[in-house]
C-alpha cells in the first residue's frame, strides 16, 4: 500500500483535434503542460506512437526536453518509451541528457508493445518484445543509467525464463556519456501481467495502462505485487509503487462532461473500427460513436469501460476510490477533448476538487 495519498499525474498522448494543424496541436500540449504545473499536477507523462493521424507523440525524448524547457517545476517522463523499438543505449543517452539539464525532474516509463501498426514497426527495426528480452532491455538500460551495481551481471531472474533457465550474459560496459549516474526514476509500463512480472521481478515501480485495458488492469496490480521482488538490487525503494492510468472527462455539470466526451468515445471506436483520424468535435447524440465501428461496439465500451466522467467533486471522489482499491501512489489522467480549452479547463477543475 502508498506510503501518503497518491499523487495526480498528467498522460498526454498529444492528439491532433480535426480542423487543426499539427504545429497547433504541438503548441496546445505546451499550453497544457503550464496548465498542469500551475494546477499542482506531480508529474506530466508523454506517450509514444507512430504513423498515426490522431497523436503525434512519436519523437517522445524531444517533447519531454521541450516540457522541461517551458516548465519550471513539474516532473516530466516518458509514459513511455517502447524500449523494442530503440537501442537502450540511445534511450540512456537522450534520457540521461535531459536528465543533467533538468536534474530531478526526468522520470523514464519503459513499456514493450509497438505503439504503431506492424508494418511502421517493421520500419522501425523493432527487436523482440517478449517478457524475457524486454527485461534484459531494462536491465541494460539501468545499466546506461548507472541503477545497476557495479560488479552485478545485468541479468535476467530466473523467474522470467521459461523453466527457471540459467541468467543471460553480462552486459557489456559500455558508457553512456551523456547518462551515467543520472538516475531518473524508471518505471516499466504494462498492459497485462506479462509487464506486471517483469516490473516485480525487478523491484522496479509499475504502471498500468487501464485506459485502454481495463480488464486485465487489477490483475495485473495484484500480480505484480504477488511477485515484487524487495531484494532485486534493482529495486530503488525495496516496496512495490503503483500507478495506473484512467480516461477523464471533467466539466461544471454531468451533462457538458457528457457531450465533450463524446470526442474520446469516437476517438476510440476509430481505433477499434480501423478507421483513425483525429479527434472529432463533440456530438449532441451521446451514442454516435457506435457509427464509426460498426459490429465492434461492445470492443469500444470494454476498452472505454475504466471512464470517469462528470463534475469535479464525483470524479474526484471516484478516482480517490480507485486509487484506495488498487492501492495506488499515483493516479495519471487521460482526457480528450476537442477543443484544447475545454480540455486544460477539464484538467483544472479535476486539481481543484483533488487538492493538489
Not at 13 to 33: H, K, N, Y
Not at 81 to 109: D, F, K, Q, S
Request: charged content about 15%; aromatic content about 6%.
Amino acid at each position: 500500500m502508498p506510503s501518503s495519498a497518491p499523487v495526480l499525474s498528467v498522460l498526454d498522448l498529444v492528439p491532433v483535434s480535426a480542423g487543426r494543424s499539427r504545429a497547433q496541436a504541438l503548441a496546445e500540449m505546451i499550453e497544457l503542460a503550464h496548465t498542469a504545473e500551475a494546477s499542482g499536477y506531480h508529474r506530466y507523462w508523454i506517450a509514444e506512437h507512430h504513423g498515426s493521424t490522431t497523436y503525434l507523440a512519436a519523437a517522445t525524448t524531444v517533447l519531454m526536453g521541450q516540457v522541461l524547457a517551458s516548465t519550471e517545476r513539474i516532473g516530466v517522463a516518458s509514459g513511455g518509451i517502447m524500449l523494442p523499438n530503440h537501442a537502450p543505449l540511445v534511450v540512456a543517452e537522450h534520457v540521461g541528457t535531459l536528465a543533467e539539464l533538468y536534474p530531478g525532474r526526468v522520470g523514464l516509463g519503459l513499456g514493450r508493445a509497438p505503439g504503431t501498426d506492424p508494418l511502421t514497426a517493421s520500419a522501425l527495426r523493432r527487436r523482440a518484445a517478449d517478457p524475457r528480452s524486454f527485461a534484459q532491455e531494462v536491465l541494460e538500460t539501468l545499466a546506461y543509467l548507472g541503477q545497476v551495481p557495479d560488479g552485478l551481471a545485468a541479468a535476467v531472474p530466473g523467474s522470467l525464463l521459461p523453466g527457471g533457465g540459467s541468467p543471460a550474459a553480462p552486459v557489456c560496459r559500455v558508457r553512456a556519456v551523456p547518462g551515467e549516474g543520472t538516475d531518473p526514476q524508471t518505471w516499466v509500463l504494462g498492459s497485462s501481467v506479462n509487464g506486471a512480472r517483469v516490473a516485480g521481478a525487478l523491484g522496479l515501480p509499475f504502471a498500468v495502462a487501464s485506459h485502454f485495458a481495463p480488464a486485465q488492469a487489477e490483475a495485473a496490480v495484484v500480480t505484480y505485487r504477488s511477485v515484487f521482488d524487495a531484494s532485486a538490487p534493482t529495486s530503488p525503494e525495496a516496496r512495490p509503487r503503483v500507478a495506473a492510468v484512467v480516461n477523464v472527462l471533467v466539466a461544471p455539470t454531468e451533462a457538458q462532461a457528457q457531450h465533450l466526451f463524446t470526442t474520446a468515445m469516437a476517438a476510440a471506436a476509430r481505433v477499434v473500427g480501423g478507421c483513425p483520424a483525429p479527434l472529432d468535435p463533440p456530438s449532441k447524440d451521446l451514442e454516435a460513436w457506435r457509427d464509426l465501428a460498426p459490429g465492434r461496439q461492445d470492443a469500444v465500451e470494454q476498452v472505454m469501460a475504466l471512464s470517469f466522467v462528470g463534475t469535479p467533486p464525483d470524479v474526484a471522489a471516484r478516482l480517490r476510490a480507485l486509487a484506495e482499491r488498487w492501492g495506488l501512489d499515483e493516479v495519471l489522467v487521460l482526457s480528450h477533448a476537442h477543443d484544447a480549452r475545454a480540455r486544460r479547463r477539464s484538467y483544472e477543475l479535476l486539481a481543484g476538487a483533488w487538492g493538489t
